[in-house]
């Protein structure tokens, strides 16, 4: 079956005969006297029916996975692939990649629980020798830098590496990293997944179920899992995820080519722009640009922070995915130390009418000029 219907029937459990999935808010599952498992679960911090269905839902929307394991949020997931490395192992990681998993590879390299080394995987990398993952992040928080998969995979599994990718901002339906060599796959599940800004969760999917059993070890004894009410709201927006995406990645590919010819803006970043510098490797490995676009302003910071402040309809907040239009300052947000350029906006263009969102950033760009 294909997408749009695996979306609404893979890991649908009707319990009790209701169109709407079956909520079992229980932690604990009666088993036999020899501790039988008479219903398929015994303690939810293990495994539960909702979060099973969940895992079968996203299993079976990723191309190549065999297997999930959906944990509490984006960053548990993160630690749950990180966390079964052994002790001071070597991860690549990006140069650029969510600020959040940059601080967690950054506190762990404290303690001496992994050794990070940030490159460039956005074009050709030399890898170390003794690296044992690599992380990657495609298309990257926030320009949309991409990493080419399949040719970094050939390269860590020459040196016995294996490949984690983020994922989240394509979601399962626009790349497919497992099918092009990489080990694991991980999405924030707060993002387009849950897809309304109600719910945390993230998930780790791979190709080889023996490499996903210390990750759900790890899951169960860390108590990072998923709870019942959030996997079912993730599997109520897995649902919509594929009509979703359609008018997300529309509404942006629109949005992102009017920006481009603005005189206020210098640049935009989305991959299905041809500017985009890997535009190429966009249309081989993506199937549409997803739904954010970033931009930056000719007039820098000032302008950045003036349009910010004049947008009516889109509103100032981190995250994307929900169905609501949002802008951000990203270097704001970094603080001190910033990575993201000063005249940096980040919009998570969402569903509503795209000549309203054209409408209102022209207002606030009519601020700058
Ligand atoms: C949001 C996000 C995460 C973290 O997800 P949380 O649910 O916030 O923990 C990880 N990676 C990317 C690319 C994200 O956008």
């Given at each position: 079956m294909r997408p749009e219907t695996l979306a609404i029937h893979a890991g649908l459990s009707r319990r009790d005969g209701g169109m709407s999935p079956s909520l079992q808010l229980s932690t604990t599952f009666a088993h036999g006297p020899a501790y039988e498992l008479l219903h398929g679960h015994a303690y939810s911090r293990h495994s539960g029916p909702n979060v099973c269905d969940l895992e079968t839902r996203l299993c079976a929307l990723e191309g190549g996975a065999a297997g999930a394991v959906c944990f509490a949020s984006?960053?548990?997931?993160?630690?749950?692939?990180?966390?079964?490395?052994?002790?001071?192992?070597?991860?690549?990681?990006?140069?650029?990649?969510?600020?959040?998993?940059?601080?967690?590879?950054?506190?762990?390299?404290?303690?001496?629980?992994?050794?990070?080394?940030?490159?460039?995987?956005?074009?050709?990398?030399?890898?170390?020798?003794?690296?044992?993952?690599?992380?990657?992040?495609?298309?990257?928080?926030?320009r949309l830098q991409l990493s080419d998969i399949e040719a970094i995979s050939r390269k860590a599994h020459a040196i016995g590496a294996r490949v984690a990718v983020d994922s989240t901002f394509a979601t399962p339906l626009l790349q497919s990293p497992l099918l092009l060599g990489a080990d694991y796959v991980v999405h924030a599940l707060t993002k387009y997944i849950g897809g309304h800004s109600d719910a945390m969760g993230g998930v780790v999917l791979a190709g080889d179920p023996a490499a996903l059993e210390p990750v759900r070890t790890l899951r169960?004894?860390?108590?990072g899992v998923l709870s019942p009410f959030n996997a079912w709201l993730c599997e109520r927006g897995a649902a919509t995820l594929p009509v979703r995406m359609e008018r997300h990645c529309a509404n942006a590919l629109y949005l992102a080519n009017w920006l481009s010819t603005h005189p206020a803006v210098d640049v935009v970043h989305y991959p299905f722009l041809p500017s985009h510098p890997r535009h190429a490797l966009a249309q081989r490995q993506m199937r549409a640009g997803g739904g954010v676009v970033s931009f930056e302003l000719r007039g820098g910071?000032?302008?950045?922070?003036?349009?910010?402040?004049?947008?009516?309809?889109?509103?100032?907040?981190?995250?994307?995915?929900?169905?609501?239009?949002?802008?951000?300052?990203?270097?704001?947000?970094?603080?001190?130390?910033?990575?993201?350029?000063?005249?940096?906006?980040?919009?998570?263009?969402?569903?509503?009418?795209?000549?309203?969102?054209?409408?209102?950033?022209?207002?606030?760009?009519?601020?700058v000029r």
């Amino acid at each position: 079956m294909r997408p749009e219907t695996l979306a609404i029937h893979a890991g649908l459990s009707r319990r009790d005969g209701g169109m709407s999935p079956s909520l079992q808010l229980s932690t604990t599952f009666a088993h036999g006297p020899a501790y039988e498992l008479l219903h398929g679960h015994a303690y939810s911090r293990h495994s539960g029916p909702n979060v099973c269905d969940l895992e079968t839902r996203l299993c079976a929307l990723e191309g190549g996975a065999a297997g999930a394991v959906c944990f509490a949020s984006g960053v548990a997931a993160t630690a749950g692939v990180l966390g079964v490395l052994p002790q001071g192992a070597r991860v690549v990681f990006p140069a650029e990649f969510y600020l959040d998993n940059r601080r967690l590879a950054l506190l762990w390299a404290q303690a001496g629980r992994l050794q990070p080394v940030f490159l460039d995987l956005f074009g050709e990398a030399q890898l170390p020798t003794d690296t044992a993952l690599v992380w990657l992040e495609t298309p990257s928080n926030p320009r949309l830098q991409l990493s080419d998969i399949e040719a970094i995979s050939r390269k860590a599994h020459a040196i016995g590496a294996r490949v984690a990718v983020d994922s989240t901002f394509a979601t399962p339906l626009l790349q497919s990293p497992l099918l092009l060599g990489a080990d694991y796959v991980v999405h924030a599940l707060t993002k387009y997944i849950g897809g309304h800004s109600d719910a945390m969760g993230g998930v780790v999917l791979a190709g080889d179920p023996a490499a996903l059993e210390p990750v759900r070890t790890l899951r169960a004894l860390s108590g990072g899992v998923l709870s019942p009410f959030n996997a079912w709201l993730c599997e109520r927006g897995a649902a919509t995820l594929p009509v979703r995406m359609e008018r997300h990645c529309a509404n942006a590919l629109y949005l992102a080519n009017w920006l481009s010819t603005h005189p206020a803006v210098d640049v935009v970043h989305y991959p299905f722009l041809p500017s985009h510098p890997r535009h190429a490797l966009a249309q081989r490995q993506m199937r549409a640009g997803g739904g954010v676009v970033s931009f930056e302003l000719r007039g820098g910071r000032e302008a950045a922070l003036a349009v910010a402040g004049a947008v009516r309809l889109f509103c100032n907040a981190t995250s994307f995915g929900g169905v609501e239009s949002l802008i951000e300052h990203r270097a704001s947000v970094e603080g001190a130390g910033a990575t993201s350029p000063q005249g940096l906006l980040r919009l998570a263009v969402g569903l509503e009418h795209v000549q309203d969102l054209k409408e209102d950033l022209a207002q606030a760009l009519a601020q700058v000029r």
